[in-house]
């Protein structure tokens, strides 16, 4: 006897693209969300008109199968380009043209030696972003990847970039799933971000669902033909469970997982982001929408974000807004600090890339996670297959991790991967339904 048919337990978009795929083939399915809102790591805020993505920044044209299927069956497709170029920091100024075809010709910060190298290496090295650990690369880590090339591909191009964009060291995180994910987004030509912010998808899915919030689940026990889920001082029974939450929360809650599964969900280590988003009563110019600042050049800061040149919504008219990252070596240190301090260290290091940053301040916002991005070690990537082919069950799992490829298609696949083995296991449902909170 159960009380619920599909118990999907986090609202980020692997969750609720679980949840909208068992909807749609007439489950009876109920996602439980910790926070008071839906999204996870693909949230918006909205504070005194400005337009706040907490966490993913963008999407592109390429690379994003399943979201832009999504995308188009609720009719939310039309997905503005940012047209922008992103820069690296070196030697005091912006060198424009990262990840876009002009780089090859200016540079990006990078000699003639350096990009040749980095584009004979990375050409030598297919990358499936559904199966990481089967590349050539095996589980070399960035830094290895980078180490026959000229020292500028590591400490201006892959440092950067994996810093800023996942929170990772290069000298712990696996290249392959590094290098799978640049592939396949292709340039920030066809970079793109939502009209009304980064959250438009998971809001569409959540609007369609049967969501609770603010729900922390505690635990999550794997029975006969069932799953017992408690949390929030109610206890149920559900026939199939999506864990849909970070690896690190998965292994907590789910406190009897199968000892064929630990080894790989002990592994998945994540690693923190920390953001300060500044508002401003102006509008600073930049010839990049994204400057990557190496570890070489800032201690603390590893990106800067215009995000009134990202989508113009994100601040209101003549206003500006930029959002500043934490490098990978600071930002365990900010977790747990107060706002202001946290505000203070971030955007008065960023004033250095950003002139007037620290004037005409209106307000910040700080966000941080604890559980940022899938950290890809070499252990990781080295046990991942297995994992995946053996997942399945009455607890079932989504998420970034499930690939250790650290972007939302990868969170978006995930969930409809786990529906999909959800419906293969019990193909129908003719239970009826307890009241639950
Ligand atoms: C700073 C940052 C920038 C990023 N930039 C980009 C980008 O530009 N482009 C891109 O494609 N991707 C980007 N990403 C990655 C992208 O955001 C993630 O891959 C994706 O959102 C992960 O979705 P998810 O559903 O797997 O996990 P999450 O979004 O983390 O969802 C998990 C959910 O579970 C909830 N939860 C946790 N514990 C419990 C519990 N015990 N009970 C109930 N609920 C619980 C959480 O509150 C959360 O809502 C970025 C990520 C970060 C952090």
Same mark, same amino acid.
């Given at each position: ?42 949230? #918006? ?20 199968? %399943?979201?832009?299927?999504?995308? @188009? ?26 990840? %876009? ?13 350096? @990009?040749?190298? &980095? ?5 030598? $090295? ?18 290895? &990847?980078?180490?026959?090339? %000229? @020292? ?98 998965? @292994? ?106 620290? #004037? ?6 700080? %966000? ?57 296991? $019990? ?11």
């Amino acid at each position: 006897m159960t009380d619920l048919d599909v118990a999907v337990i986090g609202g980020g978009i692997a969750g609720l693209a679980a949840a909208h795929e068992l909807t749609r083939a007439g489950r009876e399915v109920r996602v439980f969300e910790a926070a008071d809102h839906v999204g996870g790591r693909m949230a #918006t805020r909205r504070v005194s008109g400005f337009v706040v993505d907490s966490g993913a920044e963008q999407i592109s044209t390429h690379g994003y199968p %399943h979201t832009w299927e999504l995308l @188009r069956r609720l009719g939310l497709d039309t997905v503005p380009k940012i047209g922008r170029q992103l820069g690296v920091w070196r030697g005091g100024r912006v060198r424009r043209g990262l990840a %876009h075809p002009l780089g090859l010709v200016t540079g990006a910060g990078l000699s003639v030696r350096a @990009r040749a190298d &980095f584009l004979r290496a990375s050409r030598a $090295n297919g990358v499936d972003t559904e199966r990481p650990e089967a590349s050539p690369l095996g589980t070399a880590t960035v830094a290895e &990847f980078a180490a026959p090339c %000229h @020292r500028d591909v590591l400490e201006y191009l892959c440092q950067p970039v994996v810093s800023g964009f996942f929170g990772w060291q290069p000298e712990r995180s696996a290249a392959a799933p590094f290098l799978g994910l640049l592939g396949a987004i292709g340039p920030s030509t066809a970079w793109r971000a939502y009209d009304g912010g980064m959250d438009v998808l998971a809001r569409a899915l959540a609007a369609r669902l049967d969501v609770t919030t603010s729900f922390p689940v505690r635990e999550v026990v794997t029975g006969q033909g069932s799953a017992r889920v408690s949390g929030d001082g109610t206890e149920f029974r559900a026939r199939s469970v999506v864990l849909a939450v970070p690896a690190p929360v998965a @292994r907590q809650v789910h406190v009897n997982a199968p000892a064929y599964e630990r080894p790989f969900l002990d592994a998945c280590t994540f690693t923190p982001m920390v953001k300060v988003h500044v508002m401003l009563d102006h509008r600073p110019e930049s010839p990049v929408y994204v400057i990557a600042v190496p570890r070489s050049e800032s201690p603390s800061v590893s990106v800067v974000l215009f995000d009134h040149l990202k989508h113009p919504d994100r601040a209101p008219d003549g206003r500006g807004l930029v959002t500043v990252i934490a490098s990978p070596a600071m930002a365990p240190a900010l977790l747990d600090l107060p706002d202001d301090e946290v505000v203070r260290v971030l955007a008065d290091e960023a004033g250095r890339f950003v002139p007037g940053l620290r #004037t005409g301040v209106t307000g910040s916002v700080v %966000h941080r996670f604890r559980h940022g991005l899938p950290e890809a070690t070499p252990r990781a990537l080295a046990l991942r297959g297995e994992f995946e082919s053996r997942i399945g069950g009455v607890v079932d799992y989504a998420g970034d991790w499930v690939t250790l490829i650290p972007y939302s298609e990868a969170a978006v696949r995930s969930g409809r991967r786990a529906a999909a083995r959800v419906l293969a296991l $019990n193909p129908s449902y003719t239970g009826t339904r307890r009241q639950l909170r």
